[in-house]
């Protein structure tokens, strides 16, 4: 295979994306005012914003996000309890935080902090879903009770939001950079649409 063929730019991207899901391992359940600081939000973003092709947009942070998961549950949590009720509203607000990305149009200072907002929004409104209707939850399975999840999940949003805009500027940041250092980062419609 030739260097031609190979698209330096989706590795790289890969890379960054598999570097900032690997501080999830940083484990920092003593420091509990850090808990949910996690770059999940900025991972799906990025992911959106960066990759052309609608799968790898979507599939490579879900799968480094899953990989990721399991490894916490098995090293960390020791947690693998087959339930996945609570999984699936996680997951899916991590796919539309990837729709968030996909809408970025430029990358800039400010749409990366609107992004990061309405990510962590996202979070906040569709993954609490899960924490109202799993069995033996603490709050009742009504509308009242929801609202008040999602007052109860505000400081955990907030350290997500932190987390999101930090990690942001760190990965967008470092890619823009990178980019106009690099040419061969630039974004190559022909061979972008050869590899997708």
């Known amino acids: 295979m030739s260097l031609d063929k190979i698209n330096i730019r989706n590795y790289i991207l890969i890379l960054i994306v598999i570097a900032a899901a690997a501080t ?17 939000g900025a991972i799906a973003m990025f992911g959106g914003s960066y990759y052309k092709s609608r799968t790898k947009a979507y599939l490579i942070p879900l799968i480094i996000l899953f990989c990721s998961d399991l490894i916490l549950n098995l090293t960390v ?4 309890d087959g339930k996945f009720d609570a999984a699936v509203w996680t997951y899916l607000s991590f796919m539309l935080m990837v729709t968030v990305g996909r809408y970025m149009k430029k990358v800039n200072v400010w749409t990366v902090i609107a992004g ?5 929004f996202i979070h906040w409104i569709v993954s609490d879903i899960s924490v109202v209707m799993m069995t033996g939850s603490m709050y ?10 999602l007052q109860n999940a505000i400081p955990w949003e907030r350290n997500l939001l932190v ?9 967008f940041g470092g890619f823009e950079y990178a980019k106009s250092k690099f040419p ?6 022909t061979a972008e649409l050869q590899h997708s």
């Open 184 to 189: 061969a980062l630039q974004l190559n419609s």
């Open 140 to 149: 009742p399975r009504t509308f009242a009770g929801y609202l008040l999840a």
């Open 116 to 120: 990061s907002f309405a990510c962590v």
């Open 24 to 40: 999830r391992f940083f484990h920092l359940d003593s420091f509990t005012s850090w808990f949910n600081f996690t770059p999940i």
């Open 77 to 80: 949590y020791y947690n693998i």
């Open 163 to 171: 987390s999101t805009l930090v990690y942001s500027l760190v990965m």
